[in-house]
């Protein structure tokens, strides 16, 4: 019995190695990684799968507010994990605000889901008379549809497709129907006119009329939705999102769809404008509401949310400066919202999706209230990239340095098609400058964009509002780029 001992001892001594060689290297390498996580915040967890980290306490927003002399109660902030399971930091979620341009995503959002994001708008084109040998059409050309983004670029493209078939002029009068619009002009008879002197058919008259019996000559389909929303969302166009509006109902449509189909509270849910012009009213939470369910909304077709919103200081539009110079700089996307004091006192909002490391996309809003559209503005960036720097570390969405191309004019066709070839660089480029002066909304409850006149008075006071004061625009843009973590390694940026 007793020569048996030293074997049973072994035994125990050989099973205790086998049972530390499985489990302790393992517990070793995951503690040894989460230390060389924390020493090096630019270093990305080894494991794809590993769970995300848990987060840390709420941010105290109401605190951080108070410590810059401004009042709590006239900003409202709700910043959360995109599973909603954990909040970041929340101010006054519930309380609600003009969200003002941000009304544009919950626009995006029915569009979206009511037509898919391959929809085109057509344009169909009539011919009322025969073609003469002199290749002049002996009778009134008519341009049916209503297309919001039918400008420039569409207009060459119908008047090259017309020469394509043997039609060089119009000897009646060039006619659109009620609902044309060109180059985000209101009234469809300014359109005619409008569209005429690019088209140059030589015409005799321009006007309003309805859409001739028979077939068209030919159809021109608009940018794929899709494209038009990241359009509308980055230079934050009132007029398209206007016209998109009211195809689900317009102001009554787009509130009975956030409380029916996002189930928002009705008394915290008020839409004038589809734009997010004049008295409209959300909560920092019902917004963000609005940006988890255009992600899944873009997710359920194939796509990202990116593509229906800009990436801040990549793209053109009103994100292009902001951020620039911080870790949040290419990872976040999001969208911007201005009032003037008109309009409760002014607004300046933010609202969108930052892309992190370990907790991954954190969606927020952030809706500040007061006449000092610049400071807020600030305010917003400062914060943002505070809170997240508290919990994480932002993640770029692109790799390099990106700079896409906003409506680009391959995305038109033509059914059925003469042409070889479509517009050439130079009209696409002139409606690209065009439409990149529109930029902010700087929108008020008197600014419904009636005359050119009243364009450019709001034009020049949304760039006096921009203007930062010398002083403490600089020492914020200091905390800004202090508010981060180190700045992201690895990006190839300027």
Do not use: C
């Not at 924390?38 to 927003?61: C, H, K, Q, S, Y």
């Not at 899944?296 to 053109?316: C, I, K, Q, T």
């Not at 290419?330 to 969108?352: H, N, Q, R």
């Amino acid at each position: 019995m007793n020569s048996r001992k030293p074997i049973f001892a072994l035994l125990a001594v050989g099973i205790a190695v086998v049972i530390a060689l499985t489990f302790v290297p393992y517990a070793f390498l995951e503690r040894a990684g989460r230390a060389v996580t924390a020493i090096l915040p630019g270093a990305r967890e080894a494991t794809v799968d590993a769970p995300a980290r848990p987060l840390l306490p709420a941010f105290n927003v109401e605190g951080w507010y108070a410590e810059r002399g401004e009042d709590p109660a006239r900003h409202g902030v709700h910043i959360e994990s995109i599973d909603g399971k954990s909040v970041l930091a929340s101010h006054n979620p519930d309380l609600p605000f003009n969200p003002a341009s941000l009304l544009k995503l919950a626009t995006s959002l029915a569009v979206l889901r009511a037509f898919g994001p391959d929809h085109r708008f057509e344009t169909r084109v009539y011919t009322d008379g025969v073609v003469g040998p002199d290749k002049t059409l002996k009778g009134n050309l008519v341009l049916a549809g209503n297309d919001p983004m039918f400008g420039d670029v569409a207009a060459s493209l119908v008047a090259r497709e017309l020469r394509a078939r043997g039609v060089e002029k119009v000897s009646g009068e060039l006619l659109v129907t009620p609902g044309f619009s060109f180059n985000y002009a209101e009234k469809a008879d300014d359109s005619a006119e409008r569209v005429a002197k690019v088209m140059e058919m030589k015409e005799k008259a321009t006007g309003v009329g309805e859409t001739p019996a028979g077939e068209p000559r030919f159809v021109v389909k608009s940018y794929p939705l899709r494209e038009i929303l990241l359009y509308m969302n980055a230079h934050s166009n009132n007029f398209v999102a206007e016209r998109l509006g009211a195809l689900v109902g317009g102001p009554e449509g787009l509130k009975r769809f956030l409380v029916e189909e996002l189930k928002l509270p009705a008394e915290q849910v008020e839409v004038e404008r589809t734009s997010g012009r004049e008295n409209n009213r959300m909560t920092a939470r019902g917004i963000v509401s609005v940006v988890r369910a255009l992600k899944a909304e873009a997710e359920r077709h194939g796509m990202r949310v990116e593509d229906l919103m800009p990436v801040a200081s990549d793209d053109a539009g009103t994100l292009r400066r902001r951020l620039e110079g911080t870790p949040l700089e290419g990872a976040t996307i999001g969208k911007t919202g201005t009032l003037t004091a008109e309009v409760d006192g002014g607004m300046a909002s933010l609202a969108g999706v930052v892309f992190t490391e370990t907790a991954g996309m954190v969606a927020f809003a952030i809706l500040d209230q007061g006449s000092r559209i610049a400071e807020n503005r600030e305010l917003e960036d400062i914060l943002l990239a505070q809170v997240i720097a508290s919990q994480d570390i932002p993640r770029l969405i692109h790799s390099e340095e990106v700079r896409r191309r906003l409506l680009p004019a391959t995305s038109l066709r033509v059914e059925p098609e003469a042409l070889a070839g479509l517009v050439d660089e130079r009209d696409d480029k002139k409606q690209t400058d065009e439409r990149e002066s529109d930029e902010e909304e700087a929108s008020t409850s008197k600014s419904n964009a009636k005359t050119r006149d009243g364009k450019r008075v709001e034009e020049k006071a949304s760039q006096r509002s921009r203007k930062p004061e010398p002083s403490r625009a600089d020492s914020r843009k200091r905390e800004v780029q202090r508010g981060g973590r180190a700045s992201v390694r690895g990006r190839g940026r300027r």
